[in-house]
């Protein structure tokens, strides 16, 4: 039996790989042992969790420097993928600069823009420093003041592990650091990429470790265009968050609502929800196509970056918008509207039935449309300038290239014709599951055995002798 250390880095983490069963087989056949960052929201329920062995500690100015680099590297490889540059236009507030109106409240929105931009880390001196000539010279300087975090240090030499196992965003510091420092010890690393778009919309990998385990054939793909990996390091595992779907397809959860309804599913960057539902609210009323008591819920995403349109949903102002029942309980609870709460973390179990009852999915452009396919619904994604936000295009998130293929994936480019996409999901059949499969194992990986037992063979195989 091998010693496997997991380090989880962050509180989503702990509901993707702690709370369901993505560690089962890999504790059957291996000593898994835990360590997480204290600061954590649900530190306590992973201290809790068997295996926890302590807490590591991270340095903010590290901190500050590690993200400074990544956006560095975020720059100086924009060219590898077009999401890049659409995160530098949000972390340098692209969004104050005014698409329309009077040329002269243009110009001034410009000006602002230039020169909040020159003061932000995030802004005009990460293209200044990040250019052909100075990123050399700039990205060392950075690369010297980074020191090892000697926290993490202590964990990873409290025992003789054989492997190192960590969820990641490719965007954190423990992921540098648990390289760096399991090079030094001569342990080997598994990164489990945890979501679709980390890949390709982040930053680069600048310490690789030895082994990735990613969604699918695309993210393999970017991992080895855009990251620079070898075909061995990447091993295409899916997501432990989708098992479930597939399992659900034949064995239905009870719809969580009495009424038929379509679900509106927001997303995390900012995108004009509650003006979007208006016009939605507006069509349902009108429309022949469905029945007088279908009703369309509306779910934010739990994580909501700030936005410029109001962020929140009064029911009194809509006659088909329902609040999904999970978030009505989390905002009666104290989660605001338009921040983000880490400690937030929605049960998975809950997704099944509301997506497999819904007779539609509808939203801004987010990971959970691409749910929405896997259970056969008919998807609807928004990818048009909502009034307030600049960049809500597919053209800016690659992980979306080839969506369309997917049977009743469709692309709403256009407010004006919102209408008839709405009337075209409401009286479409369910897609076929087959040849719904064959489009959608591009994107994620699956064969007959669980993700537990994926993890468990790319876990082994890492650290079997060389």
């Not at 950075?142 to 190192?164: G, M, Y």
């Not at 945890?194 to 991992?223: E, I, M």
């Not at 009870?254 to 004009?272: K, R, T």
């Amino acid at each position: 039996m091998a010693k496997v250390l997991v380090i989880i880095t962050d509180d989503t983490y702990v509901r993707n790989y702690l709370r369901t069963d993505a560690l089962s087989e890999l504790r059957k056949q291996h000593d898994v042992y835990l360590s997480a960052d204290r600061a954590l929201s649900l530190a306590a329920e992973v201290e809790a969790a068997e295996g926890f062995i302590g807490f590591y500690d991270l340095d903010p100015t590290m901190e500050k420097k590690h993200q400074f680099l990544f956006n560095l590297m975020m720059w100086r490889h924009r060219k590898k993928s077009r999401t890049f540059f659409y995160r530098w236009l949000r972390n340098s507030n692209w969004h104050l600069i005014r698409r329309d109106g009077n040329p002269a409240f243009r110009l001034l929105s410009y000006l602002h823009w230039f020169g909040a931009a020159l003061l932000n880390p995030r802004g005009l001196r990460i293209p200044v420093l990040a250019n052909r000539v100075a990123f050399p010279l700039a990205s060392a300087i950075v690369k010297t003041a980074l020191k090892p975090n000697e926290s993490l240090r202590k964990v990873l030499e409290s025992q003789p592990f054989d492997v190192i196992v960590f969820p990641s965003a490719a965007f954190d510091s423990v992921s540098v650091d648990l390289v760096a420092l399991a090079q030094e010890l001569t342990i080997p690393t598994v990164c489990l990429i945890d979501n679709w778009d980390n890949l390709s919309s982040k930053t680069v990998f600048w310490r690789k470790p030895d082994h990735l385990g990613v969604w699918g054939p695309q993210t393999k793909a970017q991992a080895i265009d855009i990251h620079g990996f070898t075909s061995d390091q990447v091993h295409s595992i899916g997501t432990p968050r989708f098992d479930n779907y597939f399992a659900a397809r034949e064995n239905p959860p009870p719809a969580p609502y009495p009424f038929p309804y379509a679900l509106y599913v927001g997303s995390a960057m900012p995108f004009d929800d509650i003006g979007t539902l208006r016009k939605i609210d507006a069509i349902i009323a009108s429309s022949d196509a469905v029945s007088p008591d279908f009703r369309i819920i509306y779910r934010p995403h739990p994580w909501q970056h700030k936005r410029n349109s109001d962020p929140q949903f009064r029911s009194d102002e809509f006659s088909r918008i329902v609040l999904d029942t999970q978030f009505e309980v989390a905002f009666k609870k104290g989660l605001t509207p338009g921040k983000t709460d880490p400690g937030f973390q929605p049960d998975l179990d809950y997704y099944p039935g509301l997506l497999l009852s819904s007779q539609f999915v509808i939203g801004p452009l987010t990971t959970m449309l691409f749910e929405a396919a896997l259970c056969l619904r008919p998807v609807i994604a928004l990818s048009y300038f909502d009034g307030f936000h600049v960049n809500t295009s597919k053209r800016y998130f690659s992980h979306f290239e080839g969506m369309e293929q997917v049977p009743g994936f469709s692309f709403c480019e256009d407010p004006l014709t919102l209408e008839s996409a709405i009337e075209h999901a409401a009286t479409s059949e369910p897609p076929d599951a087959e040849v719904s499969d064959n489009q959608t194992v591009h994107f994620l990986y699956r064969d007959s055995s669980p993700y537990a037992k994926r993890v468990l063979d790319l876990v082994t195989h890492s650290c079997a002798p060389k």
